[in-house]
């Protein structure tokens, strides 16, 4: 036996299981996807050659939705990465109560959407809710949060940076914890200012965790689901609906299965479209780095 | 992105003497625990033949689990060979809706007997997931019923469900600043316009706005009341999609230009636009509209809250404008029976004795509960009890059906886009309806060539 | 500056404390609380004496957070001792492929796992919606855990080989206390996702007496149609929010040390 092959088959369970989680749905649905599979034909599954795609290509809905993911998740990812790196910068500095501090920040990260969403909803809530309250304060609005389409989606981005950024900040501390101490100091004796130090010392060295986090969220908000589903169901007229949301709600309320998984097809083609775009760029911006 | 760490080949020396028995045992202990999981979590649906009464599983939305548990009782005192297993199910129709589909979707036929709202009948039916019940229950089952209550139970030639009441938009008004409710929709917004100028109220008229589906059942009143249809039902039938939408007709587009421009005078608050049924509920018992469209749900709600307008309120059908004929969504319940019941007699004879004119009339005693039978409606006594009894008859002999079809929910959905696009954020009547009828079109003429 | 980060960071849940604990007419017009009088338990009695019981939802959450748990860690620290004992081609691949796996968007698999929900009959099944749960966790898992697995000292393994101890005896004496630290942050991070995971819930649980925490939340009907339920929607989220405010508290180190050096080595 060589060496290195029975340890290979430890992982034999849990690949096993990865595989059933993973790859199967991922080949169920694109078999799925080519079958007219609804309502209309009593929920089997009949072959029906590309027709789902070719409906998924002229489905104004569904590049409207893929539309609105990439904004949802460009502009949140971009805002939770800048304020997460100044928690983070924060959550840093020595100080009375730093446990306490990172603990605290940290709280809006574990809960669950679901729960949080709900309590945007009444804070946002349009007469009552605690922010017109605020507003009512200053002699402004009420002003409806929710139910403007121009607007909506900037308050999805809003619940979604304060869950999310709790997280970033924490990847990017681990960044920062990495950092030595001398390298810090000697720059200082240098006589590198705060801005220098962080521009030629801090943001190369946590370029890693920065991209780390910049993929993992942007991949994380592609696919907005509970938050979303939760906080506006979509609406106002459709302003805010994720590309998620409308492949559940194709199969779960529509009950159109074969398009359903199109649509989750569709946007996984998205996904690593997205994905490969921004490894591309990551590259192109590093000329002198290989990346690790 | 990974390090790769050093040092880690010393496991693998050759002639370092792995225990290989003690890990292929792990990998096989863990491998068989993984399908042995899979194997023990696969239950199989044994039906115990034991003797006793026998079982019918319900399920309601929660508040009909309570109003109906008293008489429940009743029913296992008359009934010693019957047991009910109710389940509460969530109070918001949506809600209900994904929580019976996930139910039948895995498959077990976890309910015998379901609460189906009007709108489901179609879909559920073509899903193969009901069982016809004239077989069970006769086909004169809904003979005795008011006209608007037998909407809304057939498809395809079967009945699917028996009506257990017989709900329909209503118009609340206010006694303590009017003396009598408008007759249309243009003395509506003269009277509110009136109302909101002399500072007696903040707004004038509130309802269902929201990108879900009460703002269909809006919808539905308005097109009705401007003398548009949503939905021909084709007679030949098309088969499985039963019909047309017509959404760009003048008409059609009057009515949602009304909507519109009720927000755009001030009359209807923006907030509306992301208002359920709870949402102007609040705003209207709270004292700040003159007129409010909601189920007649609100009326005991108002009665017994005890709030500002507590005992000022009155309620009419919901109007049309000038010349044309008034209609309410009908927003009924009914039972319907699961397919693949194990029990479907007695199932169907729980049906039978929940939509019985007895038991119907002690929910109109007890709960207030718009009844379908024609009977109760001609009751002195139940008059008498419950005032609203006699509007309620008025709007369920007008009521109108929502479209029949197993595609309803997408309709619905692309309308409530629509007409929820239009009322927050602008465009005009005419693109939104003609916009509407477009998508309308392509999911129609995509199903019926499939 | 931190006054004002905490002040972002917790508002929210403090505001969904206070709605948790007012009446619904306070709620809508909060100048009343200056009369007094205006708080209550009701939301609280009212969701715990329903039926199912808030609590059921917890203690349901928990069996699957647990199940999820003990499952994940089962498979993942093999795999990852296993992964990390390989070389090469081998190796990259199968980390390129979990760390694939750890960016997907699990709610892209709800239909597909739905459809195994109904070919295995796992439907409303808590112990078994943590098979799939622990599917989804596994790739951030043996990340986790091979990082910490290749920053033990090797000398370690060899002098225990050479004390005599065996395969079984070195994982038990040697490999998992060294682990621990590791074990404890995967273990709670793994619990966090399970205790919040909503899509897959959603689709494989209908029975009203077997749901989780997030699905029940956003299922929660309103003692009274009236009132829009935001209190009664608060106090769950209270009550379902305790439990990991402790797990948060006790393990904060635990979380913020583990999920930082193991994650992302790079």
């Known amino acids: 036996m060589s060496p290195g092959l029975l340890e290979g088959l430890l992982m034999l369970p849990a690949l096993l299981l990865l595989a059933l989680v993973f790859l199967w749905p991922l080949g169920a649905m694109a078999w799925l996807s080519g079958q007219a599979s609804s309502v209309l034909t009593g929920l089997t599954a009949l072959p029906n050659g590309g027709a789902n795609w070719l409906r998924l290509l002229g489905d104004g809905r569904f590049w409207q939705d893929a539309g609105q993911t990439l904004r949802f998740a460009l502009v949140s990812v971009v805002l939770e990465l800048l304020l997460g790196l100044g928690l983070a910068l924060l959550l840093q500095r020595p100080g009375r109560g730093r446990a306490w501090l990172r603990t605290l920040t940290l709280l809006p990260w574990a809960l669950p959407t679901t729960v949080m969403a709900l309590g945007w909803r009444w804070i946002y809530n349009d007469p009552f809710g605690p922010l017109n309250a605020l507003l009512g304060l200053l002699g402004i609005g009420p002003y409806g949060f929710l139910s403007n389409p121009a607007t909506s989606w900037l308050f999805t981005v809003l619940a979604d940076v304060w869950k999310t950024t709790p997280f970033v900040a924490l990847l990017l501390l681990a960044g920062l914890q990495s950092i030595p101490l001398e390298l810090r100091e000697s720059l200082e004796l240098e006589g590198a200012g705060r801005w220098q130090r962080l521009r030629h010392l801090t943001l190369p060295l946590l370029l890693p965790y920065l991209s780390l986090a910049l993929l993992f969220r942007l991949t994380q908000a592609l696919g907005v689901f509970d938050l979303v589903q939760v906080l506006t169901g979509g609406g106002p007229a459709g302003s805010t609906e994720s590309l998620a949301l409308y492949a559940y709600l194709n199969a779960m309320r529509f009950l159109d299965f074969g398009y359903s998984a199109t649509v989750v097809m569709g946007t996984f083609v998205l996904l690593l479209l997205a994905v490969s775009l921004a490894l591309l760029l990551w590259r192109r911006s590093q000329p002198h780095r290989r990346p690790a | 992105m990974l390090r790769q760490a050093p040092g880690h080949a010393a496991g693998n020396r050759p002639g370092n003497r792995q225990p290989q028995a003690g890990v292929l045992l792990l990998v096989a202990v863990l491998t068989l625990l993984l399908i042995a999981l899979l194997g023990i979590a696969q239950r ?407 | 500056m931190r006054a004002l980060v905490l002040l972002w960071s917790l508002g929210p849940l403090f505001l969904q404390l206070f709605s948790s604990l007012v009446t619904p007419e306070t709620l809508v017009d909060p100048g009343k609380i200056a009369g007094g009088g205006h708080w209550t338990l009701a939301n609280y009695r009212a969701l715990l004496g329903a039926s199912p019981s808030f609590g059921r939802y917890l203690l349901n959450s928990a069996v699957v957070g647990s199940g999820t748990t003990a499952l994940t860690l089962l498979l993942a620290v093999p795999c990852a001792y296993g992964l990390q004992r390989q070389r090469g081609a081998m190796r990259w691949s199968v980390m390129a492929a979990l760390l694939g796996a750890a960016l997907f968007p699990t709610v892209l698999l709800f239909l597909a796992l739905l459809g195994l929900a109904r070919r295995f009959d796992l439907g409303n099944d808590l112990l078994a919606l943590s098979l799939p749960y622990a599917g989804l966790s596994l790739p951030l898992a043996v990340l986790l855990l091979r990082t910490a697995i290749a920053d033990l000292p090797p000398e370690l393994e060899e002098a225990a080989q050479l004390e005599g101890l065996d395969f079984g005896e070195r994982v038990r004496h040697v490999l998992l206390p060294l682990l621990s630290p590791a074990l404890a942050s995967t273990a709670i991070l793994v619990f966090l996702f399970s205790w919040n995971e909503y899509p897959i819930a959603l689709t494989w649980i209908s029975r009203a007496d077997r749901l989780t925490l997030p699905t029940a939340i956003s299922r929660i009907a309103g003692s009274s149609v009236y009132a829009v339920p935001y209190g009664a929607f608060a106090a769950a989220t209270v009550l379902g929010s305790l439990p990991l405010l402790l797990l948060v508290l006790l393990f904060q180190r635990s979380i913020v040390s583990g999920l930082t050096q193991g994650a992302i080595k790079g």
């Open chain 2, 44 to 450: 199989h649906g044994v039906a115990p033949a034991a003797a006793g009464p026998v079982p019918v599983r319900l399920l309601m939305p929660a508040p009909f689990v309570d109003a109906t548990a008293p008489l429940l009782k009743t029913f296992h005192r008359s009934h010693p060979n019957l047991r009910l297993e109710v389940t509460r199910g969530p109070l918001d129709t949506e809600a209900m809706s994904d929580l019976a589909i996930g139910a039948l979707l895995l498959g077990e036929t976890p309910y015998d007997v379901m609460l189906v709202d009007v709108t489901w009948t179609a879909r559920y039916a073509a899903a193969g997931w009901l069982t016809p019940l004239e077989p069970l229950l006769g086909n004169d089952a809904l003979e005795g019923m008011v006209p608007g209550a037998r909407l809304g139970n057939h498809f395809d030639g079967h009945l699917w469900r028996m009506p257990f009441n017989g709900d329909t938009g209503l118009l609340y008004w206010r006694t303590d600043l009017m003396d009598k409710p408008p007759a249309d929709t243009a003395e509506l917004e003269e009277i509110a316009g009136r109302l909101q100028r002399e500072g007696l109220v903040r707004w004038g008229y509130v309802w269902q706005g929201r990108q879900y589906e009460g703002l269909s059942c809006v919808m539905l009143e308005v097109l009705n009341g401007f003398g548009a249809y949503w939905w021909r039902p084709s007679a030949e039938g098309v088969a499985p999609v039963a019909g047309q939408t017509d959404l760009a007709s003048p008409g059609a587009i009057r009515a949602a230009a009304w909507l519109q421009g009720l927000i755009r005078q001030g009359i209807t608050p923006q907030a509306v636009a992301n208002a359920a049924e709870n949402e102007t509920l609040q705003l209207f018992a709270a004292g700040e509209a003159a007129f409010m469209r909601n189920w007649p749900y609100a009326w005991r709600e108002i009665e017994n809250g005890g709030g500002p307008v507590t005992g000022h309120v009155g309620v009419t059908p919901v109007l049309a404008a000038p010349g044309q004929q008034t209609g309410g969504t009908l927003g009924t319940w009914g039972f319907s029976l699961i397919a693949g019941s194990p029990h479907p007699r007695e199932a169907a004879e729980v049906i039978r004795w929940l939509t019985a004119p007895d038991t119907q009339r002690q929910l109109v005693m007890a709960q207030g509960y718009a009844p379908t039978w024609s009977a109760l409606y001609d009751d002195p006594e139940l008059a008498r009890l419950q005032p609203l009894l006699a509007v309620q008859r008025r709007a369920l002999e007008e009521a109108l059906v929502r479209p029949l079809t197993p595609l309803y929910a997408q309709l619905s959905d692309l309308l409530q886009r629509q007409v929820n696009g239009l009322i927050s954020g602008g465009g005009s009547a005419p693109a939104a309806m003609a916009e509407a009828q477009r998508r309308s079109s392509v999911l129609l003429d995509a199903a019926s060539t499939s």
